[in-house]
């Protein structure tokens, strides 16, 4: 580990209760962090859960004066056009800088770690520590230097401190928009109140209050008020929405990029690839240990001519709650390419469409195309095995050797998807539907192959995009109906739905005359080569609304 590494002077009002001071960083948390759960929204204003991000500006610490521009860091990739601003820290609307609309693409940063949850709700509670540890890694460090080309070693001098605000991506009247906590309010009074009168907690609550300062620093106050209630415009723009981080000659815990992302409580196969420039033979075999979280699972009798590769792996069962599980892997004769790595655990449960209203309109809508994930149908995969071959030349000796073959497997994965207007509609006609009524789906996954069932996993997951939410937003993650070399996958039971079907509703205002297509990624078979993954889609008719129905009944 090089030397340097951040202090963060910015954390929540929980950390403070129970760890005053860092054990790798010098001084006091300043960074503390409120709100709470959100209500749902509508289809043309909503925020989704992880959604977020920061605005990081490297300022000296004396003076607070920019050293770079500002930069933004997010973990998503948006697809659709995002409304923002000129990159403007608080400290530039401090001094009286006005909203400035940008042009242009919106420019931001992906980091190959994933930031941890900054804007809290109820599905996804902010982690303090974990936002703490993240920022206080040699890993942000470098990515703060890298992005703003700060070098890396002036930046971690003592000479310069970071400001962080939080950012919120959100859909308000229909249009998507990235803002800060500052921006946010400001924008507010500009519109009369309109933003915060369609998502009045998610403007007032959980973005100004994601981060905020525990001491006064850089003229900036620090925030003793509350922390879970709405905040008005003015208190965000003197207070709230920024945290200072500050760095120390200290060593610090790095945080290291996930090398694979695995769903919770689900079967995999972790695989590395054995190298060895002997020999490896029944009578003398290599063997590997994977010590994966707290259990040890070794392979032994690996046989392979010299000079050669071997892929060898484990199959596993993963944690039931999401979390980064380090692996590492020995062998006791040969090398491996990797002998440490991070594993993510996932879960896919958490971001459901909000709840459909009668009210929802979306005027703006036009129909997107289908997403083109990439998939992987197919994998190929061989296994060494050594017999004996003997050689009685020498007067009944046997002066025989080892002679090697491999076994050769295959895997792949095909599906297809159906999608039906759900049972109980009244007026559906085969796939003719009206908007506003449920759907059901069935997706199937059928796994071929001439392996043993130790070698592979079928597939375990399926996961549903709608295009009234562009493919992206919201998704539903399927229950498994159906295990096996066929599966099958169907929605979960819908909370929203008066008779509890498994269903998912169409929107209300969906036009007519179109149809309206589900798409379904189907993934998680794995194998000694990977994950195979099969994407499908099916559509129903839409011709008409619910409404037409009630009008009917009334008549």
């Avoid at 723009?237 to 610090?252: C, F, H, K, N, T």
Wanted: one cysteine or more.
């Amino acid at each position: 580990m090089r030397k340097a590494i951040p202090n963060i002077l910015l954390l929540a009002l929980v950390f403070l209760l129970s760890c005053p001071v860092l054990a790798y960083a010098e001084g006091q948390g300043n960074m503390d962090g409120g709100g709470s759960g959100m209500g749902q929204g509508t289809t043309q204003n909503f925020w989704s859960p992880g959604n977020d991000g920061v605005r990081i500006t490297v300022v000296h610490a004396e003076t607070g004066e920019a050293a770079a521009p500002p930069e933004d860091f997010s973990n998503k990739t948006f697809s659709k056009p995002i409304i923002h601003f000129e990159k403007r820290s608080k400290l530039d609307y401090r001094a009286g800088a006005a909203l400035t609309p940008a042009t242009g693409n919106y420019p931001y940063h992906i980091p190959a770690a994933i930031i941890p949850y900054i804007m809290t709700s109820n599905s996804h509670p902010a982690n303090i520590q974990a936002i703490r540890q993240y920022f206080c890694s040699e890993f942000a460090a470098r990515l703060v230097s890298d992005a703003t080309g700060v070098e890396y070693d002036l930046l971690i001098s003592g000479d310069y401190k970071l400001v962080i605000e939080p950012i919120c991506y959100f859909t308000y009247q229909g249009s998507f928009y990235a803002m800060t906590a500052t921006e946010a309010a400001l924008y507010n009074q500009l519109t009369g109140g309109a933003l915060v009168a369609n998502l009045p907690n998610v403007i007032q609550r959980n973005l100004p209050l994601a981060i905020f300062l525990e001491t006064a620093d850089l003229g900036f106050p620090a925030w003793t008020g509350p922390t879970n209630e709405r905040i008005p415009d003015a208190q965000i723009i003197a207070a709230l929405g920024i945290g200072i981080v500050s760095y120390r000659e200290l060593p610090a815990p790095e945080i290291e990029a996930p090398d694979v992302v695995y769903r919770v409580d689900t079967d995999v196969i972790t695989s590395i690839t054995l190298n060895s420039r002997r020999r490896l033979t029944p009578s003398s075999p290599g063997k590997v240990t994977f010590y994966i979280g707290d259990r040890t699972y070794r392979v032994s009798n690996i046989v392979m001519p010299s000079y050669s590769t071997q892929v060898v792996w484990v199959k596993w069962h993963t944690p039931s709650t999401p979390q980064d599980i380090k692996i590492r892997v020995t062998a006791s004769s040969g090398s491996t390419s990797e002998t440490e790595f991070i594993a993510r655990i996932e879960s896919l449960d958490e971001n459901p469409p909000p709840d459909p209203q009668a009210t929802d309109t979306n005027p703006r809508f036009t129909m997107p195309a289908l997403p083109r994930n990439p998939q992987k149908t197919s994998a190929s995969w061989s296994v060494w095995y050594a017999y004996w071959v003997p050689d009685y030349c020498d007067e009944g000796h046997d002066h025989g050797d080892w002679e090697y073959d491999a076994n050769y497997y295959y895997a792949s994965l095909d599906g297809d998807m159906e999608l039906w207007p759900d049972d109980i509609v009244p007026t559906a006609s085969g796939k003719l539907m009206k908007s506003g009524y449920g759907v059901k789906e069935t997706a199937r996954a059928r796994l071929s192959t001439n392996a043993p069932s130790s070698h592979y996993t079928t597939a375990q997951t399926g996961v549903s995009y709608f295009s009234e939410f562009k493919y992206e937003t919201y998704w539903r993650l399927l229950s498994r109906r159906q295990s096996g070399l066929n599966s099958t996958f169907q929605f979960q039971a819908n909370p929203y739905s008066t008779y509890n079907r498994n269903v998912h509703f169409s929107p209300v205002w969906y036009p007519d005359h179109s149809d309206y297509t589900v798409y379904t990624r189907v993934i998680d078979a794995w194998t000694p080569a990977g994950m195979l993954s099969v994407n499908v889609n099916d559509s129903v008719d839409i011709d008409g609304s619910l409404f037409d129905d009630w009008y009917t009944k009334r008549e």
